[in-house]
């Protein structure tokens, strides 16, 4: 049971413009939420996160959108830049972090020149 | 600071036999959490260590099991291997559990199982 999805595997996109991830949920209780980026042989790191309570959360280049009655959030990048190029997972959690991680499968972005 | 070191980070083993996997937390972090990594499923919990004790668990079988050392270094230990095992097992650390952006994640061991 996938309780979080990210229904693309890769996305590509031009460098300077851009890229969009999406993240879908099934889990009501989830109330915090969170996106990492992973690169090859290094472990995920921590990006960006938004709780419930708002609908959005916007750190530099990155913006996460949450909507709740659509149980879905996406991550905006802009510009891409080629360093941007990983796999990108979204996770949640329910209580406001208290419980454990739950990951979605990730999304490949290639950011291409 | 050094960061979360994993070791080894490769490893192959044969079906049915055993493995141990290391994590040695960033200085001062007391938990320790686990993860699998496989391409379909994404990172699964497997585990949380706080200050030696287990604190949460995911929905792994009893064949996956843990411990977590005075030093807060932790090991992971898988029975009875499966061919289905094989994945990059990651652990992560922060200072006391909580606050997700605050956890750190290790490189990872590659776990081969054939």
């Known amino acids: 049971d996938q309780q979080v999805k990210q229904n693309s595997p890769s996305l590509s996109v031009q460098e300077g413009r851009i890229s969009i991830l999406n993240c879908d949920y099934t889990n009501s209780m989830f109330d915090y939420f969170l996106w990492y980026k992973k690169y090859p042989a290094e472990g995920p790191t921590f990006l960006i996160s938004?709780?419930?309570?708002?609908d959005k959360n916007e750190d530099g280049r990155f913006t996460v959108f949450l909507n709740k009655s659509a149980k879905h959030l996406s991550l905006h990048i802009v510009p891409s830049q080629p360093g941007d190029s990983a796999v990108y997972f979204c996770a949640a959690s329910a209580l406001q972090g208290a419980q454990k991680l739950v990951f979605g499968q990730g999304t490949r972005l290639t950011i291409n020149p | 600071k050094a960061g979360v070191t994993q070791t080894p980070r490769y490893l192959i083993k044969t079906r049915g036999q055993q493995v141990t996997l290391s994590c040695s937390p960033i200085?001062?972090?007391?938990?320790v959490s686990w993860y699998q990594q496989t391409p379909g499923q994404g990172l699964q919990f497997l585990f949380e260590?706080?200050?030696?004790?287990?604190?949460n668990k995911g929905n792994f079988p009893g064949r996956f099991s843990g411990r977590q050392f005075s030093n807060s270094r932790s090991e992971m230990n898988v029975s009875t291997l499966e061919l289905g095992d094989s994945a990059l097992y990651l652990c992560a650390s922060s200072l006391e559990g909580r606050g997700y952006e605050t956890q750190y994640f290790g490189p990872g061991t590659r776990l081969l199982v054939l």
């Open positions: 200085s001062g972090h007391r938990s």
């Open positions: 260590y706080f200050s030696e004790t287990q604190r």
């Open positions: 938004i709780s419930s309570i708002k």
